[in-house]
């Protein structure tokens, strides 16, 4: 067992600084795989005690059979699926198995659940909750408006720079998933809380231009992005699930309402898939349903 367990930790090793350096995943989803691998290495260790490279179709069919027993989320049976297959393509890149046991291994199907959506009147009284006499105050309405008017990530949001902000041409410059980057106009709000918290901002750590700076001169976190909108939104009597992604969704499902093509949701949103930004159909608007169904005729 324990020259299996060294191997899976080679590979494991060499897997993460695929993902890292050759598929440039973001920090948070390379340890998301990790996770879900360790824990499957540890499954295929106790169970069958064989190296990555003779792990059999019926080892996964049985371990996400543990899974289910285990009332495990069909999401987070399906992520874990996702993540196996993801790490035997990539022993099938570099040669070191001839087919993928996991490929025709199909995950169970997982009801989407849509965030809350937030009206543009409950946005407002979030924002406007915030206290703009100190320098975190303009600090946070800024990331309020920018999160609501250009449907960013968080991740995209704590990595936004000052070198990104393309205000003269009315963008600003998006790193998104993939390190794939994207143009987003910015509005005009956004812009002059933006101008206003940067007349305060301090120097960054160590000539750091990140944008968005905590109170020690260092970049935020999404925690600390979380805690400011759960906060905003508790002053402002919102009774809701509210995150970062429900700014996101808003202001997606306000520009579909509005008029604009899902098509152009798309590309702002940075999704890779049509189908992704399909979930912000949902709404009871015959003009979504349309303009879903002239895009698929296209394809």
Known sequence: ?????????????????????????????????MRDLAQFAHYILRMNDVPPAKVEREMI????????????EKSSQARALSGIKSFFNFLLLNELIDSS???MIEAPKASRQLPDTLSTEEIDRIINSIDTSTTKGLRDRAILELLYSCGLRVSELCDLKLGDLCFGEGYIRVIGKGNKQRLVPVS???R????????QRGKGEKGDDTLFLNNRGTRLTRVMIFTIIKQAAQRAGIDKKISPHTFRHSFATHLLAGGANIRQV??????????????????????????MEEHMKLE
Do not use: C, F, V
């Open 1 to 33: 067992m324990a020259d299996n367990t060294k191997r899976w930790q080679e590979i494991s090793r060499r897997y993460r600084s695929y993902m890292r350096l050759e598929k440039h995943l973001s920090e948070n989803t390379i340890e998301a795989y």
């Open 61 to 72: 069919e049985h371990y996400m059979g543990w899974l289910y027993s285990n009332n495990r």
């Open 101 to 103: 046991p996991a490929e």
């Open 188 to 190: 005009g709000i956004a």
């Open 192 to 199: 002059e809380r933006i101008s206003l918290y940067k007349e």
């Open 266 to 291: 798309q590309e702002l949103l940075g999704h890779e898939n049509i189908l992704t930004t399909e979930i912000y159909t949902h709404l009871d608007d015959s003009h979504l349903r349309q303009t």
